[in-house]
């Protein structure tokens, strides 16, 4: 037992000559706050060199806590790499070497001691984080924590010792240094990248800092006890942070306030051009498709009207994926009505004085409430409902043929012989095709786009009967019944007068009338003939 104690005591003295430079070899009047623990230990010490070693240990721990006052004002101020620190340090390993000796280690006043060692170094200056900026950043985008913290190390190799982050569950080491040599302010930061602060909105963060200062080993090569001693050389004293914690904020949802078109329904191949209107707050990029591309928050956008039914979407991006928010607009393409006349047909001729032409057609895409206006040469005359897809209803044609566009020959002659004599009556048209031909026009109005659709009928004569009449000489008459159009510019032979002498002689002048009943009305003509057959002088 008593080879322990000397181990012990060989074992401290090395290390208390490491911190202070000499052996002290005297028993010295010790600080009042010590001066208990002192006399219990003298009372169970088992020799004078036993008493020695623990007076010197008690007078180390004194001089350190003294010196630690002078030095920053109290002793809880004290850096933890202090070399004043560290000769408590030792002291407090002798003191657990005690402990761990039968002869001591249930002595109330060796266990006093340990407690004094440990109570001064438990007193030392806290580390803890100061400050960590922003202190709410906003999830989903990349973020750089800046921290703060106050480390009490002095010595030449402080550093990290592993700080770390925990963001969205997930572990992010990062590195702390102090501002200057010797200093306790420490700074440092961890970058959080776009999906880590993404999956930490609305979480908080736990952000420690841990530091680590080199204090030296001890005359023996051993460290001092509460030091890490796994690199060669070294033995390094830790200091770890309470956590701080920082609240992430979820960042804006966008809002999608408005978003419509307008108008909302078109005619198909209308002119009328299509307005987007969007009011957006709180994204970060807004864009809409159908080729318009990227927006402002706040915008107006004119687009050639569609010709087929559309959907335009805005989609409105927040900071985090799960932000995005669309919204749809669409426009309706009417199909264009197509209106087409049926009656009367294309390229008809149409016969009477005053003519009235009956009109009727169909509309494809009719929509509720159309109407076409019919029209002849431009003048509108009537405005048919659409009704069913159909319309029907009649009109007057303005470019006609009237009795005195007409003319009708019936030449004189003279017949100097025996038997059939033919004589041709023709009736002419004086005007062009042009002013006999109307274009009838089916035009849509109404919400519509307005179509045309026409057709062309031309004004003909119709030649009902041809009368012949003797106004002298032998009566000899003629009513033939006709039916022969005669259209503009045109002349037709109506009939023949078919008079002879069969026999004899005949020597005489005569006057003969030709006449027309026609569509228009009727035209007469009056010819002479001259008879000289046989023996007429």
């Known amino acids: 037992m008593r080879g322990t104690r000397r181990s012990a005591r060989a074992w401290w003295l090395a290390a208390w000559r490491d911190q202070s430079g000499e052996a002290v070899l005297g028993i010295i009047v010790l600080a009042a706050s010590l001066a208990a623990v002192l006399a219990g230990f003298l009372n169970v ?38 070399i004043d620190v560290n000769r408590i340090r030792v002291c407090k390993d002798f003191a657990a070497t005690l402990a761990a000796d039968p002869t001591f280690g249930n002595n109330a006043a060796i266990k006093n001691l340990a407690a004094t060692a440990t ?11 100061t400050e960590i900026t922003p202190s709410e950043p906003k999830a989903g985008i990349t973020v750089f924590l800046n921290v703060s913290a106050n480390m009490p190390f002095t010595g030449s190799d402080a550093g990290d010792a592993g700080s770390t982050a925990t963001v969205g569950g997930s572990t992010i080491p990062f590195s702390m240094a102090p501002g200057s040599a010797g200093s306790t302010s420490w700074s440092g ?29 001890l005359a023996n090569g051993s460290c001092p006890g509460g030091t890490d001693g796994s690199v060669p050389g070294k033995c390094f004293v830790t200091c770890t942070t309470p956590a701080k914690n920082v609240t992430w904020k979820d960042p804006p949802i966008p809002q999608i306030k408005l978003f419509l078109a307008a108008p909302s329904t078109v005619a198909k191949g209308a002119p009328t051009p299509v307005g987007l209107t969007w009011i957006v707050k709180d994204a970060e990029s807004v864009t809409i498709d159908q080729g318009v591309g990227e927006v402002g928050l706040v915008g107006v956008d004119l687009q050639f009207p569609p010709d087929q039914d559309t959907t335009y979407t805005l989609t409105a991006k927040g900071v985090r994926l ?20 049926t009656a009367p047909a294309n ?20 929509t509720p409430g159309m109407t076409v206006a019919i029209s002849v040469n431009g003048a509108q005359q009537a405005v048919l409902p659409v009704s069913g897809g159909s319309f029907a209803g009649s009109v007057s044609l303005n470019k006609t043929l009237s009795v005195s566009d007409l003319s009708l020959n019936n030449p004189s002659v003279q017949v100097n012989s025996q038997g059939a004599v033919n004589v041709p009556v023709t009736l002419s048209s004086g005007k062009s095709s042009a002013d006999v031909t109307n274009v009838i026009t089916a035009t849509i109005s109404g919400p519509s786009l307005s179509v045309d659709s026409s057709v062309v009928v031309y004004h003909t004569v119709q030649v ?70 046989g023996n007429c002088p």
């Not at 930061?189 to 080993?217: E, M, P, Y």
């Open 119 to 129: 109570n001064l170094l438990s007193g030392l200056g806290s580390c803890s984080i």
């Open 464 to 533: 009902n009967e041809f009368v012949v009449t003797w106004l002298s000489c032998p009566p000899l008459n003629k009513d033939q019944a006709l039916s022969t159009p005669l259209g503009a510019g045109q002349s037709v032979p109506v009939g023949t007068v078919d008079c002879g002498v069969t026999s004899g002689s005949f020597c005489s002048t005569c006057s003969v009338r030709a006449s027309v009943s026609t569509s228009v009305g009727s035209l007469a003509s009056t010819s002479t003939w001259v008879f000289k057959v």
């Open 322 to 341: 799960q932000d995005t928010r669309t919204a749809t607009a669409k426009v309706t393409v009417e199909q264009a009505p197509i209106v087409t006349l």
């Open 45 to 82: 010490a088992g020799s004078p060199a036993d008493r020695l070693h623990i007076g010197q240990c008690l007078q180390n721990m004194d001089a350190a806590t003294q010196s630690l006052k002078q030095k920053y004002g109290e002793q809880g101020k004290a850096p933890f790499d202090d």
């Open 189 to 217: 930061g961890v970058s959080i990248s776009d999906a880590a602060s993404s999956a930490a909105g609305g979480t908080v963060s736990v952000v420690t800092v841990k530091g680590r200062s080199d204090v030296g080993r």
């Open 347 to 366: 390229n008809s001729a149409v016969t009477g004085a005053f003519p009235t032409v009956p009109v009727a057609g169909t509309v494809q895409n009719a």
